[in-house]
């Protein structure tokens, strides 16, 4: 009987067995993504230039130019993180008052299959 592989979730979480958690592989692709956005530059000891550095220009003043420049910041960090992954398709950034939210629309490499997820991080 085939079983889907299972991926480690994120973030990282014991389940009721008292295991690491795990997760089918359309959430894993959905994790990756998210790591990618929400990773500040430097974060990772071990990865020093993993990210995208989005968390930081919720801070910058807000014009069209800088919501341009921040949408292909992120379409550029996820191409160069993920692109064995996904093609990414569309990008969207908008800022709430007390919320960042990205819009990705890609499809995945080895299904093909076309998604659109959005991604919400808290602003402190």
Sequence with gaps: MFTEKPFTDFPFTIDERG?????????????????VLFTSPGERVNRPEFGCGLKQL??????????????????GSL????????????????????ELKVRVGYSRRDTGEKREDVFRHPIP
């Excluded at 295991?19 to 790591?35: G, K, P, W």
């Excluded at 003043?61 to 420049?69: I, K, R």
């Excluded at 191409?79 to 007390?98: F, K, Q, S």
């Design 19 to 35: 295991r690491s958690a795990s997760t089918n592989e359309d959430d894993h692709v959905r994790d990756l993504i998210f790591q």
């Design 58 to 75: 919720v801070f910058a003043p807000g014009s069209d130019a800088l919501a341009a420049a921040t949408e292909q910041l992120v379409h």
């Design 79 to 98: 191409i160069r993180w993920l692109d064995p992954v996904v093609a990414v398709e569309e990008v969207t950034v908008e800022i709430d008052d007390a």
